[in-house]
């Protein structure tokens, strides 16, 4: 179903997201997606389906020696969708990284209803301080 939301307003949400994330409100970040919104890392085969399968998900894997900020380098709409370029700050158990990432996110009304994400594995790891072999 296509949004008849405004681009600002669509790139206004990302950016309501990214804020949220880096605040690690996981309510604020579950309640932009719709109902049956998706979210799909595309280095995994199955995307995490659901709103509360989203809050649950990320409130268990919340710890206090992890935190993420989504930097955003470019924004724009096409198609339709957003197009996030960005730069991911990581910090676990003291070590901080980077991992340049992009999401294509589509909407249902004003609402996020599928988040495709694209980056490295092995990028997340080394930011991380992991080896693919520990992953």
Not at 55 to 83: C, F, N, T
Request: hydrophobic content about 45%.
């Amino acid at each position: 179903m296509a949004s008849s939301l405004a681009d600002e307003q669509k790139i206004a949400t990302v950016r309501q997201m990214a804020d949220a994330w880096g605040r690690r409100d996981w309510r604020a970040c579950a309640d932009l997606l719709t109902e049956n919104g998706a979210i799909h890392s595309m280095m995994k085969s199955a995307p995490m389906v659901g709103r509360e399968t989203f809050y649950e998900h990320m409130r268990a894997q919340s710890s206090p020696d992890k935190q993420a900020w989504l930097h955003i380098e470019r924004i724009g709409v096409v198609g339709g969708a957003v197009v996030c370029e960005r730069r991911d700050e990581i910090v676990v158990d003291g070590v901080r990284g980077f991992v340049p990432a992009v999401g294509i996110l589509e909407f249902e009304g004003p609402l996020i209803c599928l988040w495709r994400e694209y980056f490295d594995r092995a990028q997340l790891l080394a930011a991380q301080g992991k080896t693919a072999i520990q992953g």
